[in-house]
């Protein structure tokens, strides 16, 4: 029987209780069985009031580990508030009282559950945040973005750091078969080879380009984020650019089962340190992402997918063979990481949710939280500026993918269906062409 069920059971017949009077006209039978019916009364009302501290308490520790907190949060995960009764409340109601609250706990499970039986909740709609520009033309929307990032970067001032170095994002358009050489040229046209204690990393920014068009990525536009504190041009260089390749289906990590998982950027630092390569000699760690559709057979749909399958790891060169790819496997990287390094997660993911929810879209302008940063190139910025790292300690920084991810955008019908779509408006690519 569980809690509910003796909570009934228990209250069933002692609705308001006897009077005084009724009480001492009770014969010491009778009295010994109304006092051991009113103990078993405590106890469910112990035992409820406890499972209630319990279950606050959960939420509690549940809010507590929320990557997102103020408005966005509230709207994104829902109220942190403890709701309902309290503990204390619980266990001083009368019978009666804990009959009509057993009863409004019952009809609350079974309202979500008709109204929700698949477990899943269509989001409010986001509150929108006043515009000081009407954002209907692209000139519009750039003037409005442009006024709420100045609000951020204000608001940011008093915690930046005091002596931080530029940060500087220059994108390029690559093609999706040459990208890891174009990368390479760029990195010795631009004369940052030479100079890898000013560049924090390198990535593929996570998007696929075009997504209506299926197949392989050979011949689409692939576009890369090269992040340094060159504010301005370098001398180029004619050094050379060595990017050793870690395919994410070779076992070069020993790990027993239950033991933690390797992180690829711990990967890449354990090999490095393997060959006495600091992060004032590193150009970057890039996880090699591929994004394409997935048929699911003969008659299925086709999914847009992204996936990591290894990591290249980018630094000056010199002739001759790669040295990483000759160090001994497998590759030593402890538990935790090497000794030293700290491997920082942004989770972007969880302020997209409530800033850029339609991926194939422009993030929403003006923003529903303009408090929060708009893109994780601001993001990345932000813990850059703020904690002040230098170039020379940082061995990577990017924007990237963890395991398989769907790029579709997911939209509300009528009659609560749901549809998925990589469809979007054309945006300027960093060739300066409309895709």
């Not at 017949?13 to 006092?35: F, I, V």
């Not at 990557?67 to 709701?83: F, K, T």
């Amino acid at each position: 029987m569980g809690l509910r069920d003796r909570i009934k059971s228990t209250v069933s017949t002692l609705s308001s209780g006897p009077s005084p009077e009724a009480l001492a006209r009770l014969t010491p039978e009778q009295r010994a069985k109304y006092d051991a019916k009113m103990a078993q009364v405590a106890a469910v009302q112990g035992e409820a009031a406890q499972a209630k501290a319990e279950v606050d308490a959960e939420h509690r520790e549940r809010v507590a580990r929320r990557p997102l907190h103020g408005p966005a949060g509230e709207w994104v995960y829902g109220s942190s508030a403890v709701v309902g009764l309290t503990p204390e409340q619980i266990a001083t109601m009368t019978p009666a009282e804990m009959g009509a609250w057993t009863a409004s706990q019952s009809k609350a499970q079974l309202k979500d559950l008709v109204t929700n039986s698949f477990g899943r909740t269509k989001p409010p709609a986001a509150p929108m945040a006043p515009a000081t520009v009407a954002s209907t033309t692209v000139r519009d929307r750039l003037e409005q973005a442009a006024v709420e990032r100045a609000a951020r970067d204000a608001a940011r001032q008093p915690y930046l750091a005091e002596h931080r170095p530029p940060v500087v994002f220059s994108r390029l358009a690559t093609r999706g078969k040459t990208q890891i050489e174009e990368v390479a040229t760029y990195l010795a046209s631009s004369g940052l080879v030479a100079r890898p204690d000013l560049v924090y990393g390198l990535y593929r920014v996570p998007d696929r380009i075009s997504p209506a068009l299926g197949g392989s990525e050979n011949g689409r536009v692939v576009e890369w984020d090269v992040v340094h504190a060159a504010p301005v041009p370098l001398a180029p260089s004619s050094m050379p650019v060595m990017a050793t390749f870690f395919d994410g289906q070779e076992r070069v990590v020993h790990r027993r089962v239950g033991q933690p998982s390797v992180v690829d950027e711990d990967l890449g630092v354990a090999a490095l340190a393997a060959m006495g390569v600091g992060p004032e000699r590193t150009l970057g760690i890039a996880r090699h992402l591929i994004v394409r559709r997935y048929s699911q057979g003969e008659e299925g749909s086709t999914d847009l997918l992204s996936h990591v399958t290894g990591m290249y790891v980018f630094r000056p060169g010199g002739p001759g063979v790669d040295a990483m790819q000759q160090i001994p496997r497998p590759i030593d990287v402890p538990h935790g990481g090497p000794a030293g390094v700290h491997v920082e997660a942004l989770n972007w993911g969880a302020v997209a949710r409530a800033v850029h929810p339609q991926p194939h879209h422009a993030y929403t302008v003006p923003s529903p939280f303009a408090y929060l940063p708009s893109t994780p190139q601001e993001l990345i910025r932000m813990y850059l500026e703020v904690v002040g790292v230098r170039p020379a300690d940082c061995y990577a920084t990017s924007v990237t993918q963890d395991g398989v991810s769907a790029l579709e955008s997911q939209e509300w019908l009528a009659g609560g269906l749901i549809d998925w779509s990589t469809a979007g408006e054309s945006l300027p690519c960093a060739d300066g062409k409309d895709r």
